[in-house]
């Protein structure tokens, strides 16, 4: 697709998958996806408000319409880049990273889902590895980080897997009730010590200025 829209030319490849710019034709290929729902209604993964349980009414048009919001909505003082993981030429899912107020902080955050028959491979650590060098390399991030509630196992070993420091915890509902979430910190210092020289960029010069850089 054809874009004047910077964000959506940015590319992120490592030798497992690409970050590839949210375009609305992959956006399309994901919804069999959301349709089907990305977790079970017995699984809670994510905070409200959420539409990507089973459950969730309407949720491929809540889901779209929420990207494109955010897509519609960025500023240098608050963005967020929405990613859609390719694996063997297969979207997968979403990788985000968002900012607020990066000009003055410098800090990011993270949002992720792959669908069901992809976890457990390696690809959410892979996936968040890419989104990292994007963010520290990329756009000269000073600090990342990341939640997920306690018993999310996968998402908090993701975090330690790559070297994120707990950073204390926090509330949120989901599913209308309330869950304690574990907070993590990575420093451009602690990334600095495990980066990678096999992931390249494309793309970011380009989308410098519309996030105020």
């Not at 034709?25 to 409200?48: I, K, T």
């Not at 979403?94 to 690809?123: C, N």
């Not at 602690?190 to 105020?212: F, Q």
Request: proline residues 7%; hydrophobic residues 40%; charged residues 25%.
């Amino acid at each position: 697709m054809n874009t004047p829209y910077p964000p959506l030319h940015v590319s992120v490849e490592t030798p497992r998958l690409t970050l590839l710019g949210a375009t609305d034709d992959l956006l399309y290929q994901l919804l069999p996806a959301v349709h089907a729902g990305v977790v079970s209604p017995n699984e809670r993964p994510f905070d409200d408000p959420m539409s990507l349980y089973a459950d969730s009414p309407e949720r491929e048009w809540r889901w779209l319409r929420a990207i494109w919001k955010g897509r519609g909505s960025a500023s240098p003082d608050s963005w967020r880049l929405y990613f859609v993981v390719v694996v063997d030429g297969e979207p997968v899912g979403m990788q985000d990273l968002i900012g607020e107020e990066f000009v003055a902080f410098g800090t990011v955050t993270t949002f992720s889902w792959l669908k069901p028959g992809t976890r457990t491979s390696g690809i959410g650590t892979e996936m968040r590895a890419a989104v990292l060098h994007l963010a520290f390399d990329g756009l000269g991030a000073k600090e990342a980080s990341s939640e997920g509630f306690l018993d999310n196992a996968a998402s908090n070993r993701v975090s330690q897997k790559i070297g994120y420091q707990p950073n204390g915890l926090n509330w949120a509902s989901r599913r209308g009730e309330p869950a304690q979430l574990q907070k993590w910190t990575l420093s451009r210092e602690a990334w600095e010590l495990i980066r990678r020289d096999d992931i390249k960029l494309s793309g970011v010069e380009e989308c410098k200025s519309a996030l105020g850089l």
